[in-house]
């Protein structure tokens, strides 16, 4: 399935390194390259309008990417991480002080619904065991759903509610399509999240955010899990994380795979055949020619489709393609907007500053 990609057919689209103990030496880097311009400490490591990204929110989350691997990071990979870390934090101070302009904080009572749906399949004693595993508090996890919802309401107010797909511009696409609605044989739509253990320079997600290593592709599926079980949507973290290059940029769909083809994929086949519409799979790993591990996968199970003609009459088809539109419209428009906030914002990265000057680059 990573490499072959059927023919799309839109009809039903979706209903929606290593644990590191740092070197001493990285560790005197940081802390002696932290005093940057303007820095009012060797705790803070960068500003977002003035707001205060510390060290040791970065810290937390390092360890929960990197903590109980076999090996330790290389100099450049510890500072790499950190910095992707420390980016995707500066996004998300960028929007939660949009959140606070337009009054769109997540309530208390949404934090809870939210954490009662994902507490749901587990006891007491298992979910406490999934957090102590990802080294994160319940706290910390409340607080990951809080900035997941109010994200998200941000982004439902100033982008998708600006989205408008109309009639003429689904019969347009119907019609320049009409082929694709004709299934010779049960279809499954699907999309996916690859994370291999070989960096490939090929990737290209929003994030450019790539697993190192074996250990490292371990840590950045169970962080990409998190992100799913925390309410983010599965299209916009593929989007960001993906390693498909073919699929990242849409979300990680995979558009509609023939029955016949799936049976080929017997892990993928009985991993889907447990799902129903819209729910998705836990990481499937692969192996290699010499059954080394070679990556994870997560596949979501969009719809699954009868054989036959779907006609434009069909108020299914007509939703189907007026989704897929959506989307696509959609995730430009997130795209531009982040970049366009991103100018707006006045971001200071000590830990950045710090970088290139221990290197003589600046």
């Keep these: 399935m990573q490499g072959k990609r059927e023919k799309r057919c839109p009809w039903t689209a979706r209903c929606s390194a290593a644990c590191a103990v740092l070197a001493i030496a990285v560790v005197l880097l940081l802390l002696a390259g932290a005093c940057g311009k303007g820095q009012a400490g060797p705790d803070v490591l960068a500003k977002v309008n003035g707001r205060k990204i510390v060290r040791s929110e970065v810290d937390k989350y390092y360890r929960n990417q990197t903590e109980g691997s076999p090996q330790s990071p290389s100099e450049e990979q510890a500072q790499s991480l950190r910095l992707s870390i420390l980016r995707e934090l500066i996004d998300n101070e960028i929007l939660m002080q949009r959140a606070e302009k337009l009054g769109l904080m997540a309530t208390d009572e949404e934090v809870e619904s939210k954490l009662n749906t994902v507490k749901a399949p587990y006891t007491k004693e298992e979910f406490d065991q999934r957090l102590k595993d990802r080294k994160i508090t319940l706290d910390d996890f409340r607080r990951d759903i809080r900035r997941s919802i109010t994200i998200e309401k941000v982004l439902n107010k100033d982008v998708s509610s600006k989205v408008n797909i109309g009639d003429a511009d689904v019969a347009a696409y119907y019609n320049q399509h009409k082929a694709e609605f004709n299934l010779i044989e049960p279809q499954y739509h699907l999309a996916q ?6 960096p490939n320079p090929q990737v290209r997600n929003l994030k450019n955010d790539k697993a190192q290593n074996e250990a490292d592709a371990r840590k950045k599926v169970q962080m990409i899990m998190h ?45 889907i055949s447990k799902l129903k519409a819209g729910q998705y799979s836990p990481p499937l790993p692969g192996g290699d020619a010499n059954r080394k591990l070679a990556g994870f996968r997560i596949i979501r199970l969009i719809s699954r489709e009868t054989a036959g003609q779907r006609e434009m009459s069909d108020p299914r088809v007509q939703q189907a393609i007026r989704t897929q539109l959506r989307e696509r419209r959609e995730q430009l428009l997130r795209t531009a907007y982040y970049e366009s906030l991103r100018n707006e914002a006045k971001v200071e990265n000590y830990l950045a500053d710090s970088i290139l000057k221990s290197s003589g680059a600046q």
Aim: glycine share 8%.
């Design 193 to 198: 999240i690859l994370v291999t253990s070989q």
């Design 227 to 271: 992100r799913l079980e925390s309410g983010e949507d599965f299209a916009v973290v593929a989007a960001n994380y993906s390693e498909q290059p073919e699929t990242s940029a849409n979300g990680g769909d995979l558009g509609f795979i023939p029955e016949s083809s799936l049976k080929s994929d017997r892990q993928a086949a009985e991993a």
